[in-house]
């Protein structure tokens, strides 16, 4: 079974210019997760979809973010335009169900690098 | 508000020494914890979760963590680290009730041959 694939796995781009990160979940997990981790920092939750309804954007840092999760299967990310404070790893999560019992599965995270 | 603290930034043992990894939590009586590890250029695994029962519990790898409410934490520990457990550990606790984490900083592992 695949797991959570994430691409790109590295993106640098200049300040202004927009970026998309794309998430894969494992097949047949409705919830969807985005967390970002920016350096020295903790891994901090974004949002979470369940199939595709945002069901808590909480964690998104402004109106630059953009998430979307199309059919409720992969979920993208955009940045537009980017900052410098963007950069960072951020990494998507899913799990069967949304309950705090169940076990999230992580993908290798995109490391986004503006200049 | 919740939180999750580890200490420690980074840690260097020994192959073969035993290691303990420190995790304080804030807020709530009985938190969902879990410890995950990240080594070089891989995602995010689950080494071990508590939610419940037995304040001991094991995980993969060899690793186990003790949960301890009097004390807030929930440390990870392992006899003998192999060269192989070099990585960055992180702490975590569930957040709200539909299964989003907090996390702690991170504490990276170096091991010594």
């Not at chain 1, 900052?83 to 949304?98: H, K």
């Not at chain 2, 919740?2 to 035993?18: F, L, R, Y």
């Not at chain 2, 009097?70 to 006899?79: A, E, T």
């Not at chain 2, 457990?85 to 009730?97: H, I, L």
Request: glycine share 10%; net charge positive.
């Amino acid at each position: 079974e695949a797991g959570v694939t994430q691409f790109p796995s590295h993106s640098v781009i200049e300040k202004g210019q927009t970026v998309t990160l794309r998430c894969d979940p494992i097949s047949g997990h409705d919830n969807l997760y985005w967390y970002r981790r920016v350096m020295g920092k903790e891994i901090k939750f974004l949002l979470h979809f369940v199939k595709e309804s945002k069901q808590d954007e909480s964690g998104m840092p402004n109106n630059r973010f953009l998430a979307e999760r199309t059919g409720g299967t992969y979920s993208t990310l955009k940045v537009q335009p980017a900052e410098l404070e963007d950069s960072g790893v951020y990494f998507c999560a899913s799990s069967q169900r949304s309950r705090a019992t169940t076990e999230a599965f992580f993908g290798q995270g995109t490391r986004l690098t503006v200049v | 508000a919740q939180s999750v603290t580890q200490p420690d930034i980074h840690i260097t043992v020994s192959e073969g020494a035993s290691l303990e990894l420190r995790c304080n939590y804030s807020y709530g009586a009985t938190p969902y914890l879990f410890w995950y590890v990240q080594s070089p250029g891989q995602g995010l695994q689950l080494l071990l979760k508590y939610f419940s029962g037995d304040t001991l519990v094991q995980g993969i790898k060899g690793f186990e963590a003790e949960f301890k409410r009097s004390q807030s934490s929930f440390n990870l520990r392992k006899p003998s680290v192999h060269w192989s457990d070099a990585a960055e550990y992180f702490c975590a606790r569930v957040g709200g009730s539909q299964g989003n984490l907090i996390f702690g900083k991170g504490t990276k592992l170096s091991v010594k041959p």
